[in-house]
């Protein structure tokens, strides 16, 4: 078993930026790809980011493209998302996800799941 802390999440003004991390316990010694899923209310669960185990190879939605990064530092179990150019619609709930070696856009691909941090951009 995996599990995932997300911190980071808060209140941030349209056009900031916000720093997410997500340390992996448990069973940190397997290969595990790691990535980023958000939902706002009312949607359905949106790919956000994904990465390799080491970090080589990542996996960006078109929404987030050039304003959000992706990384990892595997020495501290650790998964960075680093959220710029906010806009009111990145709002939502995210969540962090680990997998074997799966690094795509598929929800259902990823066995491990954090609880979720609160992110909310204001206009």
């Known amino acids: 078993q995996v599990q995932l802390v997300e911190s980071g999440g808060g209140l941030v003004q349209a056009g900031g930026s916000l720093r997410l991390s997500c340390a992996a316990s448990g069973r940190t010694s397997g290969r595990y790809a790691m990535g980023w899923f958000r939902q706002a209310p009312g949607k359905e669960r949106e790919f956000v980011a994904a990465?390799?185990?080491?970090?080589?190879?990542?996996n960006y939605a078109d929404s987030v493209k050039g304003r959000f990064t992706i990384s990892r530092d595997n020495a501290k179990n650790t998964v960075y998302l680093q959220m710029n150019s906010l806009k009111p619609e990145d709002t939502a709930v995210y969540y962090c996800?680990?997998?074997?070696?799966?690094?795509?856009?598929?929800?259902?691909?990823?066995?491990?799941w954090g609880q979720g941090t609160q992110v909310t951009v204001s206009s």
């Open positions: 996800v680990a997998a074997r070696t799966y690094y795509g856009s598929s929800w259902f691909q990823y066995a491990y």
């Open positions: 990465t390799s185990w080491t970090g080589g190879n990542t």
